[in-house]
Protein backbone atom coordinates (compact mmCIF):
# COMPACT_ATOMS: atom_id res chain seq x y z
CA UNK A 1 0.00 0.00 0.00
CA UNK A 2 1.88 3.30 -1.22
CA UNK A 3 2.17 5.94 1.07
CA UNK A 4 2.10 9.68 -0.16
CA UNK A 5 4.47 10.30 -3.27
CA UNK A 6 5.90 13.78 -3.58
CA UNK A 7 7.76 15.26 -6.49
CA UNK A 8 10.41 16.05 -6.85
CA UNK A 9 12.06 15.80 -3.99
CA UNK A 10 14.37 18.42 -4.67
CA UNK A 11 14.66 21.89 -6.78
CA UNK A 12 16.15 24.54 -7.37
CA UNK A 13 14.76 28.22 -8.48
CA UNK A 14 15.50 31.54 -9.23
CA UNK A 15 13.38 34.39 -7.86
CA UNK A 16 10.06 35.19 -9.91
CA UNK A 17 10.04 32.34 -11.43
CA UNK A 18 7.10 29.63 -10.70
CA UNK A 19 7.34 26.67 -9.82
CA UNK A 20 4.83 23.53 -9.51
CA UNK A 21 5.11 20.43 -6.69
CA UNK A 22 2.82 16.96 -7.35
CA UNK A 23 1.37 14.98 -4.57
CA UNK A 24 -0.52 11.30 -4.89
CA UNK A 25 -2.13 10.53 -1.93
CA UNK A 26 -2.27 7.68 -0.05
CA UNK A 27 -4.32 4.95 -1.29
CA UNK A 28 -8.05 5.54 -0.49
CA UNK A 29 -7.64 8.54 0.91
CA UNK A 30 -9.18 11.50 -1.05
CA UNK A 31 -8.00 14.70 0.85
CA UNK A 32 -4.93 16.62 0.46
CA UNK A 33 -3.15 19.45 2.20
CA UNK A 34 0.04 20.89 1.28
CA UNK A 35 2.05 22.65 4.27
CA UNK A 36 5.50 24.70 4.23
CA UNK A 37 8.15 24.29 6.79
CA UNK A 38 10.80 26.43 6.58
CA UNK A 39 14.52 25.48 8.34
CA UNK A 40 13.62 24.94 12.15
CA UNK A 41 10.33 25.86 12.11
CA UNK A 42 7.10 23.85 12.10
CA UNK A 43 4.62 23.00 9.25
CA UNK A 44 2.46 25.42 8.32
CA UNK A 45 -1.16 24.77 6.27
CA UNK A 46 -0.79 26.42 2.75
CA UNK A 47 -4.34 25.00 1.53
CA UNK A 48 -6.70 21.81 1.54
CA UNK A 49 -7.76 20.10 -1.45
CA UNK A 50 -11.16 18.00 -1.72
CA UNK A 51 -13.72 17.07 -4.27
CA UNK A 52 -11.10 18.93 -6.79
CA UNK A 53 -11.57 22.85 -4.49
CA UNK A 54 -9.70 24.27 -2.27
CA UNK A 55 -11.70 23.61 1.06
CA UNK A 56 -9.58 25.96 3.74
CA UNK A 57 -6.90 28.22 3.28
CA UNK A 58 -4.37 29.00 5.51
CA UNK A 59 -2.49 32.46 6.23
CA UNK A 60 -0.70 32.42 2.56
CA UNK A 61 -0.79 34.91 -0.29
CA UNK A 62 -2.20 34.19 -3.55
CA UNK A 63 0.91 33.81 -5.12
CA UNK A 64 0.11 30.34 -3.62
CA UNK A 65 -2.46 28.37 -5.51
CA UNK A 66 -3.09 24.61 -6.08
CA UNK A 67 -5.51 21.94 -7.94
CA UNK A 68 -6.79 18.70 -7.09
CA UNK A 69 -7.82 16.09 -9.95
CA UNK A 70 -10.13 13.50 -10.23
CA UNK A 71 -8.06 10.80 -9.27
CA UNK A 72 -7.63 12.74 -5.70
CA UNK A 73 -3.63 13.77 -6.85
CA UNK A 74 -2.85 17.25 -5.84
CA UNK A 75 -0.34 20.17 -7.36
CA UNK A 76 0.56 22.97 -5.00
CA UNK A 77 2.02 26.29 -7.49
CA UNK A 78 3.50 29.15 -6.42
CA UNK A 79 4.28 32.25 -8.84
CA UNK A 80 6.79 34.91 -8.75
CA UNK A 81 9.14 32.76 -6.25
CA UNK A 82 10.55 34.95 -3.45
CA UNK A 83 13.97 34.11 -1.05
CA UNK A 84 11.30 33.19 1.41
CA UNK A 85 9.52 30.56 -0.53
CA UNK A 86 12.82 28.38 0.30
CA UNK A 87 11.44 25.28 2.74
CA UNK A 88 10.18 22.03 2.64
CA UNK A 89 6.57 21.72 0.97
CA UNK A 90 4.66 18.47 2.31
CA UNK A 91 2.15 17.26 1.38
CA UNK A 92 -0.41 15.24 3.60
CA UNK A 93 -3.92 13.01 3.18
CA UNK A 94 -6.95 12.03 4.27
CA UNK A 95 -9.97 10.76 4.36
CA UNK A 96 -13.02 13.34 4.02
CA UNK A 97 -13.93 14.34 7.18
CA UNK A 98 -11.65 12.44 9.07
CA UNK A 99 -8.73 14.34 9.26
CA UNK A 100 -9.32 15.16 12.93
CA UNK A 101 -10.00 11.91 13.93
CA UNK A 102 -6.97 9.97 12.08
CA UNK A 103 -4.27 12.42 11.60
CA UNK A 104 -2.97 12.93 8.20
CA UNK A 105 -0.34 10.84 6.24
CA UNK A 106 2.50 12.73 5.49
CA UNK A 107 4.76 12.50 2.18
CA UNK A 108 9.07 12.99 2.74
CA UNK A 109 8.16 16.04 1.34
CA UNK A 110 9.61 18.73 -2.15
CA UNK A 111 12.74 20.94 -0.55
CA UNK A 112 12.73 24.55 -2.79
CA UNK A 113 15.27 25.78 -2.89
CA UNK A 114 14.51 29.49 -4.21
CA UNK A 115 18.01 32.15 -5.27
CA UNK B 1 -5.49 33.71 19.63
CA UNK B 2 -4.69 30.06 19.00
CA UNK B 3 -1.60 28.62 19.40
CA UNK B 4 0.61 25.48 20.29
CA UNK B 5 3.74 25.32 22.12
CA UNK B 6 6.77 23.35 22.71
CA UNK B 7 8.70 25.45 25.45
CA UNK B 8 11.48 23.25 24.53
CA UNK B 9 13.72 23.88 21.48
CA UNK B 10 16.46 21.12 22.18
CA UNK B 11 16.97 18.43 24.53
CA UNK B 12 19.66 16.34 25.51
CA UNK B 13 19.36 12.38 26.87
CA UNK B 14 21.56 9.48 27.64
CA UNK B 15 20.45 6.29 25.56
CA UNK B 16 18.32 4.39 28.61
CA UNK B 17 17.14 7.71 30.23
CA UNK B 18 13.64 8.99 30.79
CA UNK B 19 12.09 11.09 27.87
CA UNK B 20 9.33 13.71 28.82
CA UNK B 21 8.61 16.94 25.61
CA UNK B 22 6.54 19.42 26.80
CA UNK B 23 3.26 20.64 24.61
CA UNK B 24 0.70 23.59 25.29
CA UNK B 25 -2.14 24.90 23.42
CA UNK B 26 -4.33 27.70 24.09
CA UNK B 27 -7.89 26.83 22.66
CA UNK B 28 -11.61 27.64 23.26
CA UNK B 29 -12.40 24.00 23.45
CA UNK B 30 -10.63 21.12 23.94
CA UNK B 31 -8.80 20.13 20.50
CA UNK B 32 -7.95 16.89 18.62
CA UNK B 33 -4.21 16.18 19.88
CA UNK B 34 -1.61 14.92 17.95
CA UNK B 35 2.73 14.31 18.45
CA UNK B 36 4.54 13.61 15.54
CA UNK B 37 8.23 12.54 14.56
CA UNK B 38 10.01 13.48 12.02
CA UNK B 39 13.31 12.65 11.08
CA UNK B 40 15.92 14.52 9.04
CA UNK B 41 14.76 15.00 5.23
CA UNK B 42 11.66 13.08 6.05
CA UNK B 43 8.13 13.46 6.47
CA UNK B 44 6.39 13.38 9.62
CA UNK B 45 5.31 10.16 11.06
CA UNK B 46 2.37 9.79 13.59
CA UNK B 47 3.13 8.47 17.00
CA UNK B 48 0.00 9.31 18.91
CA UNK B 49 -3.48 10.84 18.54
CA UNK B 50 -6.02 12.17 21.86
CA UNK B 51 -9.74 12.88 21.00
CA UNK B 52 -11.36 12.30 24.07
CA UNK B 53 -11.80 9.28 27.23
CA UNK B 54 -8.76 8.08 28.96
CA UNK B 55 -6.58 10.68 29.27
CA UNK B 56 -3.16 8.58 28.90
CA UNK B 57 -2.54 7.59 25.21
CA UNK B 58 -0.39 4.90 24.21
CA UNK B 59 1.58 5.44 20.74
CA UNK B 60 4.06 3.38 18.82
CA UNK B 61 7.49 2.92 19.58
CA UNK B 62 6.64 3.04 22.99
CA UNK B 63 5.77 6.78 23.46
CA UNK B 64 2.68 8.17 25.75
CA UNK B 65 1.27 11.03 26.04
CA UNK B 66 -0.84 12.51 28.88
CA UNK B 67 -3.66 15.16 28.32
CA UNK B 68 -4.16 17.12 31.28
CA UNK B 69 -7.29 19.81 30.68
CA UNK B 70 -6.08 21.87 33.52
CA UNK B 71 -3.03 22.58 32.49
CA UNK B 72 -3.95 22.63 28.35
CA UNK B 73 -0.90 20.24 27.82
CA UNK B 74 -0.32 17.13 26.38
CA UNK B 75 3.05 15.80 26.78
CA UNK B 76 5.15 13.02 25.50
CA UNK B 77 6.82 10.28 27.63
CA UNK B 78 9.12 7.32 26.53
CA UNK B 79 10.43 5.52 30.00
CA UNK B 80 13.97 5.03 28.31
CA UNK B 81 14.95 5.81 25.22
CA UNK B 82 17.25 4.50 22.15
CA UNK B 83 19.47 6.01 20.05
CA UNK B 84 17.17 5.44 17.53
CA UNK B 85 14.65 8.70 18.73
CA UNK B 86 17.18 10.96 17.50
CA UNK B 87 15.07 13.29 15.61
CA UNK B 88 12.68 16.37 15.59
CA UNK B 89 9.31 16.25 17.46
CA UNK B 90 6.08 18.00 16.79
CA UNK B 91 2.75 18.85 18.95
CA UNK B 92 0.01 19.37 17.09
CA UNK B 93 -3.62 20.60 17.48
CA UNK B 94 -6.67 20.65 15.25
CA UNK B 95 -9.90 22.56 16.77
CA UNK B 96 -12.50 19.67 16.47
CA UNK B 97 -13.65 19.49 13.15
CA UNK B 98 -11.51 22.30 11.49
CA UNK B 99 -8.80 20.84 9.14
CA UNK B 100 -6.34 23.88 9.73
CA UNK B 101 -3.97 21.29 11.44
CA UNK B 102 -1.71 23.77 13.62
CA UNK B 103 1.71 22.47 14.48
CA UNK B 104 4.41 23.72 17.33
CA UNK B 105 7.33 24.68 16.35
CA UNK B 106 9.15 21.09 17.59
CA UNK B 107 11.65 19.95 19.51
CA UNK B 108 14.72 18.41 18.68
CA UNK B 109 16.08 15.50 20.59
CA UNK B 110 19.72 14.32 20.88
CA UNK B 111 20.21 11.10 22.20
CA UNK B 112 23.90 10.52 23.89
CA UNK B 113 25.49 6.86 23.64
Known amino acids: DAGVTQSPTHLIKTRGQQVTLRCSPK?????VSWYQQALGQGPQFIFQ???????QRGNFPDRFSGHQFPNYSSELNVNALLLGDSALYLC??????????????FGSGTRLTVV | AQSVTQPDIHITVSEGASLELRCNYS??????LFWYVQSPGQGLQLLLK??????LVQGIKGFEAEFKRSQSSFNLRKPSVHWSDAAEYFCAVTPGNNNDMRFGAGTRLTVKP
Open chain 1, 49 to 55: YYEEEER
Open chain 1, 92 to 105: ASSLAGRASNYGYT
Open chain 2, 50 to 55: YFSGDT
Open chain 1, 27 to 31: SGHDT
Open chain 2, 27 to 32: YGATPY
